[in-house]
């Protein structure tokens, strides 16, 4: 590889992390336009190992801002990204494939405000599919799979004596 190649590979890779991390950010922020705008024209997101939905941005986003209601504090974390660069019309770069795992923390709206100690708490992996437009990089598909979740244990109260 030439300078100039691994230059450009470490540029994409940058530009790509900093896309899976404005997902994050857009849907810990509620920011549904932001999210919209992450998407490629054709983007999907997939949902339903977590419980959830399949569809387009749109429609993820429309769904994502009514569960989000119940968790007004979120904070998702996405690590160990590993990124593959792949072929489209024998232009090496123009795809990419990230897969990230995520640990989900959150707080149900409602509690009484003096604990911040989440509620919930999920983690999985994300399975990124990007696509290199004219505009830059773009999800093209996002596919959750959520392998555990904890949520609290209803405290028992005593028996009557």
């Avoid at 090496?92 to 494939?97: F, I, K, Q, V």
């Avoid at 509620?119 to 505009?135: H, I, P, Q």
């Amino acid at each position: 590889m030439t300078q100039r190649v691994e230059l450009a590979t470490v540029m994409d890779r940058l530009a790509v992390d900093e896309v899976v991390t404005e997902y994050a950010v857009a849907v810990d922020d509620g920011d549904w336009e932001a999210y919209r705008r992450l998407f490629a024209p054709d983007g999907r997101a997939d949902y339903r190992s977590a419980g959830g939905v399949e569809g387009d941005a749109g429609q993820i986003a429309a769904w994502l801002s009514r569960t989000m209601e119940l968790f007004p504090m979120r904070q998702h974390l996405i690590v160990n990204r590993r990124v593959r660069f792949g072929l489209l019309e024998q232009d090496s770069g123009d795809t990419a494939r990230v897969q990230a795992d995520y640990v989900n923390p959150m707080r149900f709206a409602g509690q009484d405000g003096g604990s911040t100690e989440p509620d919930f708490v999920c983690g999985g992996r994300y399975d990124f599919g990007l696509l290199r437009t004219a505009e830059g990089w773009r999800v093209r598909e996002v596919v959750v799979h959520e392998k555990w979740r904890r949520v609290p244990q209803r405290r028992q109260e005593p028996a009557a004596p």
